[in-house]
């Protein structure tokens, strides 16, 4: 059959228009995924709970390992850092627990002569229950550290802080609470007494001072007086003084918490109060030149003298 030219067209336009669309198909390729479409998963950073039981301890232990030595001034402890600082010659190094390894770590710490100590000693074992006091204490949990390190006249302790700063928390080489004292209790009186006689077999006097500046003793060395005071919110501390006495010396154990507690209650019924003025204070020493010290208690400037058996022998 013979078309006609128009239909001739028609054809021809069709036929082009069906082989310009099979060339675009053919001609864009099948679509792949390239390298950067497809997201590498990334190595994560290993983590580890230093809140768990034993685990704190632990990675003490592997700190001294790695710096192969137990002279630190300085252990910090978080939920998830460690690190320790050493001696080494007359230079501080600091150990990290840092993504799984322990390594070498910059610290601006710098060993200027403070105490050195075995940080193996220190009983960190339960920190989150360290925690956890403190943060009631101290009414903040934000940015926890534990640290071991030098207080004061070289006694090492064992503090939690926060960040922002709240209460500094104190605790024992053992993990026991530094409590704050009130000293006009027996509890109060009790662990005082404990802090500032220590293992003294001997001292020239103990006292407790006005308006909450806490409990003391006195020991004669030569010509000087040293002295160890338990402030009520701060462990005990040692300071010394150029100074002689003439106090006579006297066994510690003579004094004894129960009976300055029940003196001082006696004392507050008789001037008709229930709880000690600010102002009171204790001394007990041979200041007056007796055989055996006596209990000096000062309140509302009336002074009362007791033995140590809790009789009263003021003068009148």
Same mark, same amino acid.
Not at 75 to 91: R, Y
């Given at each position: ?30 679509? +792949? ?30 700190? /001294? ?78 940015? $926890? $550290?534990? $640290? ?11 503090? /939690? ?19 704050? /004292? ?34 003391? /003793? ?9 002295? +160890?005071?338990? $402030? ?11 100074? +002689? ?28 109060? +229930? ?42």
């Amino acid at each position: 059959m013979v078309l006609g030219r128009r239909a001739v067209l028609r054809v021809a336009v069709g036929t082009l228009g069906l082989a310009g669309c099979s060339s675009t198909v053919s001609t864009n390729p099948t679509p +792949t995924d390239s390298p950067s479409s497809t997201p590498t998963p990334s190595a994560s950073a290993p983590t580890r709970n230093f809140l768990e039981p034993g685990e704190a301890t632990l990675v003490v232990r592997e700190l /001294v390992a790695a710096a192969g030595t137990i002279n630190a001034i300085k252990v910090e402890l978080s939920a998830t850092d460690a690190a320790m600082s050493v001696v080494s010659g007359m230079t501080a190094k600091t150990w990290g627990w840092r993504n799984g390894e322990v390594v070498v770590i910059d610290s601006d710490t710098q060993f200027v002569g403070q105490a050195i100590f075995d940080p193996r000693d220190y009983n960190v074992s339960d920190l989150a229950g360290m925690f956890d006091t403190a943060a009631t204490l101290a009414k903040s949990s934000s940015g $926890q $550290q534990l $640290q071991i390190v030098e207080y004061a006249d070289r006694a090492v302790y064992m503090t /939690v802080t926060t960040n922002p700063e709240s209460l500094t928390v104190f605790f024992r080489k053992d993990g026991r609470l530094i409590s704050q /004292v009130d000293l006009t209790t027996l509890v109060g009186i009790q662990e005082a007494y404990g802090d500032v006689v220590g293992s003294k077999k001997s001292i020239n006097a103990l006292g407790i001072l006005p308006n909450k500046g806490g409990m003391y /003793v006195d020991v004669a060395v030569l010509d000087t007086i040293v002295r +160890t005071l338990r $402030q009520p919110k701060l462990p005990a501390r040692t300071a010394t003084r150029r100074e +002689t006495t003439t106090l006579a010396a006297f066994d510690p154990s003579l004094v004894k918490p129960e009976i300055i507690s029940s003196a001082l209650l006696r004392i507050c019924t008789k001037a008709g109060t +229930t709880t000690p003025p600010p102002g009171w204070s204790l001394v007990v020493s041979t200041k007056d030149g007796t055989s055996e010290p006596r209990m000096y208690f000062s309140m509302n400037g009336v002074q009362t003298v007791m033995t140590l058996a809790g009789v009263d022998v003021t003068p009148h």
